[in-house]
């Protein structure tokens, strides 16, 4: 195991739920919260594990175990939860070799996981089996409108494909080189969505306003830089992608 376990927040007898979890499904998240470490995750859920918790934070060389594996975690609502014996998130990080390290760990702790509970290595299938996204969940049953952990794999280069290909192979101690590097659009005036896309008020999708379905249509006001990469503004203001993974061009 390349990883260090850490159960220093491990949920208590008395905390969390107690109902074993039925199904092979292994829930991927992403923190959602730049910069803080996956210990410091681990802390705050074991705080607040009445509102939500998951059974494993993944961070830099380190697994901080909070729920209970096999047993019920409140992670993607009340029809997801039961049915995932595994849920994980990663920390998040601008930090592009803290990512490699990071994800190296997210990739060998969901094998261990999906090995340990006979889960398939596939991502997002129509299937009710293999390792879910947080975004399959949403679209799935609705209970929330989150689409993690793509927007954070997507910012460090790392496409579904490559995501899919890595839980199935493995990458070692450090994430593999994407097979294909992530496009980002330089002009367009109209784009289409392939996979749902979720509106945000700033350029660096902290703030959330909405998502849409696979198929919505966007005019686009501008394209504008953000880091190395670019955002589409639309007319009211807000901002959506511009990876090419997420979004088409067609004007």
């Known amino acids: 195991m390349g990883y260090k376990l850490d159960k220093t927040y491990t949920l208590g007898a ?3 739920a107690s109902q074993r979890a039925g199904g ?25 594990w009445r509102n939500a918790y998951v059974h494993f934070i993944a961070g830099d060389g380190v697994v901080y175990q909070v729920g209970e594996p096999g047993y ?23 930090d592009s070799a803290k990512f490699k390290r990071i994800y190296a760990t997210t990739i060998e702790l969901l094998r261990n996981m999906a090995k340990k509970y006979s889960i398939p290595l596939t991502l997002d299938t129509a299937e009710g089996t293999g ?23 997507s910012k460090h280069g790392i496409s579904k494909a490559q995501f899919a290909k890595d839980l199935k ?12 590097k992530a496009t980002y659009l330089k002009a367009a005036k109209q784009v289409k969505a392939k996979t749902s896309v979720t509106r945000y008020h700033d350029k660096a999708f902290k703030k959330k306003e909405l998502t849409f379905k696979p198929g919505t249509i966007f005019d686009i006001a501008s394209v ?17 992608t511009s990876n090419t993974d997420y979004v088409k061009k067609l004007k």
Request: no cysteine; hydrophobic share 35%.
């Open 169 to 180: 192979n493995g990458v070692g101690s450090s994430a593999s080189t994407p097979a294909k």
């Open 72 to 94: 019920v975690a409140w992670g993607v609502g009340p029809t997801g939860n039961g049915m995932a014996p595994v849920q994980i998130e990663m920390e998040e990080t601008n």
């Open 14 to 16: 008395n905390e969390g």
């Open 24 to 48: 092979k499904i292994a829930f991927i998240h992403s923190t959602a919260n730049v910069g803080a470490s996956a210990k410091n995750n681990a802390a705050f859920e074991k705080r607040t």
């Open 224 to 240: 504008v830089g953000y880091g190395k990469i670019t955002r589409l503004k639309l007319g009211n203001g807000l901002y959506i």
């Open 131 to 153: 390792i879910k996204s947080h975004r399959w969940a949403s679209n799935k049953w609705h209970q929330s409108d989150h689409t993690d952990p793509y927007g954070y794999l």
